[in-house]
Every structure is written in C-alpha cells, then in structure tokens.
Nanobody, 127 residues
Framework: QEHLVESGGGLVQPGGSLRLSCVIS????????IGWFRQAPGKEREGVSC????????DYTDSVKGRFTISRDNAKNTVYLQMDSLKPEDTAVYYC????????????????????RGKGTLVTVSS
C-alpha cells in the first residue's frame, strides 16, 4: 500500500519561498507520475504541477509558471515543489498524489484519476 506524506508548508511573506516535499512509502516512487494540487478556502481543488515517472515531462498551471518548479529524487522517494515569488493567492492546502501510467512520459494533473493521495500541507502567504 502506497502512502504519501507532504511537508514543508507554513507561513511566508509575499515574495518569499517555500519548498514542499512529498515522500512516498511503499513500492518505488520511480514507477509513478506525481502531481501537486491545491485547494484554497472556498475554492475548488486545482492542479498545480505534475512530473512524469521518467522525469522527462513536467507541466504547470499558468498562474505558477516561472515561479514554481517541480522535481523528483527517486533515490529518496521524494518529489519537491519549489515555490518562489509567492503571492497571497497561492495560499491553500497543497496535496501531492501519485498515478501509475504504463507510458512513463505521461503527466496529468487530474486529481480524481490519481491512485494515491496525501493529506496535504497548509501554505499561507501573508504579511
């Protein structure tokens, strides 16, 4: 049974940075594409970024392009989301989720389709 645990959230001022981590336990992370999602108060959950299992493809929602970077370290079974130039509208609970695709180049941020999901970590951007 796979389990995902997010960490790294917290309170940060506008313009600041945070790095979120998603550690997956169980069979090796290297077989799974990973997505980061977020849900702000009163809003629907949205896909933020994803990375393919082969590490060959990444994708970002438009609002975070150029500010967020997703990466993975399969040796540590960990996926990271580096978040720079944070804005108040980035405030949300951030979740990671894993999906197995037979095609290792696929990456899709579709939360309802994921195989495993974490419980989330809160990011608050405020002065």
């Amino acid at each position: 049974q796979e389990h995902l645990v997010e960490s790294g959230g917290g309170l940060v001022q506008p313009g600041g940075s945070l790095r979120l981590s998603c550690v997956i336990s169980g069979p090796s992370l290297r077989f799974y594409a990973i997505g980061w999602f977020r849900q702000a108060p009163g809003k629907e959950r949205e896909g933020v970024s994803c990375i393919s299992s082969s590490d060959s493809n990444t994708d970002y929602t438009d609002s975070v392009k150029g500010r967020f970077t997703i990466s993975r370290d399969n040796a540590k079974n960990t996926v990271y989301l580096q978040m720079d130039s944070l804005k108040p509208e980035d405030t949300a609970v951030y979740y990671c989720a894993a999906k197995y695709y037979s095609d290792s180049t696929i990456c899709r941020a579709d939360y309802s389709d994921m195989d495993y999901r974490g419980k989330g970590t809160l990011v608050t951007v405020s002065s």
